[in-house]
């Protein structure tokens, strides 16, 4: 991990974590790196924070991989972007309808149970849109707590960096394949350049859902608010 924090501190993400983060707090800050240091990467899931809290509801966001999205058939909202028309218009869509590039794609599949579960849901492209759109939010504002992430082994350590750094708590799960496996490779897909589709394993899908479990909202009740780049559920419309 401190190989990739050093080769990252020249590039835009990297004197910007600091500016934003480290240099206002910079105990907590290195205390994050160290613990964040120290995790066991290696198995399925891996827990940051304080006794990792379940998921409160509107202070908590879901984050995936934009690498996810499909490539054939290609994704009807493009694949280097934070966009999903699906998850945009949940309230509107057929669940008997869903378009070919949806109906296996763990975007739409994991957005869907995170909006249900009353949780923000987020695209997750390059680190400094991360930094923008979570780290920095969750520090200054507490806009969120805890939060559940999709994203590549390669980079769990450092992922687990900001969120201790801002305060979250979260469980992070890991790509089964297709994802980066070095920092030039890393670096690519954090440009937006990733062709290899990653994968999501048949277990780790299954514990995410667990922990999506909803509160008994069918996905075609949640209606949906993109604020920036980040979609919000919005509470059930009132009936007449």
Known sequence: MWTFCLRSVAREYGWRFLRQLALRHPVRTLRALRQASRLDVSGANVEVGAGCRPLEGPLSI??????????????PSGRANHECLFLEHLA????????GPCRGCAVRDIGT??????????????ARDILDDLFVPAMAHG???????????YSLRPFAAGLLASRMSGRLFPFASGDCRDYRTWLLADRGIKPQRTTVAGEVTAAIGRVLADEGRPAGSVRVERRGRVLWPLPPAPTP
Do not use: H, Q
Not at 92 to 99: C, E, H
Not at 113 to 126: C, E, I, N, P, W
């Open 92 to 99: 509107s869509i057929d669940p008997a309808r869903v378009p």
């Open 143 to 153: 806009t969120f707590t805890t939060g559940l992430f999709v994203l590549c082994r």
């Open 62 to 75: 879901v984050g995936a991989g934009f690498c996810l999205k499909p490539t054939e058939p290609p994704c």
């Open 113 to 126: 149970r995170a909006l249900g579960a009353g949780a923000a849901f987020y695209v997750m492209t390059s």
